[in-house]
């Protein structure tokens, strides 16, 4: 069982006047590799991490759902109806498009109170938003006993993001917050949904998370950019090419199709998705080999990818992994997630991790003005009732 960081138990009560029947906890994650592939039908490998949403819960006879956080102000009263939409940009939105799309799958719902907390960093692309959906669809279908696996639970949760939330994110967030497990990366194909775990052993390293703590302004726009990007990409290299995602195709087929394109954007793109996915595949050999060295090269080459061909980087990031290629105990880094901002990773020997710390730390100061915050991470299992 997870160390309740505060206690929330205690907080309902004051909240609501009344006992909490449930505690559930959903983790964020990080994804080691394969980024921007999901939503183009790739490989990725991501896993769960320690930090995450907690969610103390309790069914009300009054037919209302109500939504409190303690990281936000802003609390929400809703009567029972049979559907709902999204409210401006307000948190509760999450939770509230779950409720709408259980509704919209026929299952019955009574009135709920909820109280959410976070320790994970809020958008700092360790999925705060996959882990608020996922906790919400999890209490759904065990206080209800709705029967919901949980990869589809992590398909309803995408269709919430994608629909009700407007994002066109790919399935690796939910699936990997739902289905993580203690010490293992998941190797999911985002095409076919087939998914394997494979112990992620960093025998003398730590797996370093390091938030640029830069805003991530307009990151939904620019995400939905990109995923209109490769679609167009797509539909070019298709007139010859008989694919369904741009993963399908290969170094060879690109090269001698890519003049279908015709549109040095696009095929920056298309370049980095189909780079990308090959080096999970690369990745995949490595860590069954336990050759992180190895490893640690394809996330830098994964991270270069990302800032010159996706263009999903950013100075904060930048400097981070530029810093990580000077730092001697370090043997691999890269931005995790959407990218414009956000998250990076990078694997650090054990003994020289203060180190790492410390001089990142002061490196980063000197370039972008404020500091980042770095953390040595657990890998976790997923959802969760605790
Ligand atoms: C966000 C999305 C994911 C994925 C990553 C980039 O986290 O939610 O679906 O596309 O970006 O790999």
Redesign the pocket.
């Known amino acids: 069982m997870n160390d309740i960081p505060v206690n929330i138990r205690e907080e309902f009560k004051n909240r609501f006047h009344r006992e909490a029947e449930h505690i559930f906890f959903c983790p964020g994650r990080v994804?080691l590799i394969?980024?921007?592939?999901?939503?183009n039908g790739g490989n990725?490998m991501p896993c769960a991490i320690s930090l995450g949403i907690y969610l103390v819960i309790a069914k009300n006879t009054d037919k209302r759902f109500r939504f409190q956080c303690l990281n936000f102000p802003e609390t929400a009263e809703l009567h029972l109806q049979s559907s709902y939409s999204k409210a401006d940009k307000n948190w509760f939105n999450y939770p509230l498009g779950i409720i709408n799309e259980f509704f919209k799958n026929g299952y019955t719902l009574s009135g709920l109170d909820m109280l959410f907390y976070g320790n994970l960093p809020i958008s700092a692309?360790l999925?705060s938003?996959?882990s608020i959906e996922v906790v919400t669809a999890f209490a759904l279908n065990a206080l209800f006993h709705l029967d919901v696996s949980k990869v589809d639970i992590a398909l309803m949760s995408k269709k919430v993001?994608n629909e009700f939330i407007g994002?066109n994110?790919?399935?690796?967030?939910q699936f990997a917050v739902s289905m993580g497990q203690k010490n293992k990366a998941i190797l999911l194909n985002c095409d076919t949904m087939d998914y394997r775990y494979f112990p992620f052993e960093t025998d003398g390293y730590v797996l370093a998370i390091i938030n640029s703590n830069k805003q991530r302004t307009l990151a939904d726009s620019k995400?939905n950019e990109r995923f209109t990007e490769c679609g167009a990409a797509l539909k070019l290299l298709k007139k010859e090419l008989d694919v369904q995602n741009l993963c399908d195709i290969d170094f060879h087929s690109f090269e001698s199709h890519r003049y279908l394109i015709n549109n040095p954007v696009l095929e920056k793109r298309a370049l980095h998705v189909i780079s990308e996915n090959f080096r999970v595949g690369e990745a995949t050999d490595a860590l069954k080999a336990g050759d992180l060295t190895s490893f640690g090269k394809l996330m830098y080459a994964s991270h270069q990818s990302l800032k010159d061909w996706y263009e999903v980087s950013g100075k904060e990031l930048d400097a981070i992994v530029d810093f990580c290629k000077t730092f001697d105990g370090c043997i691999g880094a890269r931005m995790t997630?959407?990218?414009f901002g956000g998250c990076a990773i990078a694997l650090v020997k054990k003994e020289s991790f203060d180190d790492f710390v410390t001089q990142l730390t002061a490196c980063y100061k000197i370039k972008i003005g404020y500091k980042p915050e770095v953390f040595a991470s657990a890998v976790g299992d997923g959802v969760r009732n605790l």
């Open positions: 994804n394969g980024e921007h592939i999901d939503y990725v692309g999925s938003s996959a993001e994002v994110c790919g399935i690796m967030d995400y997630g959407a990218g």
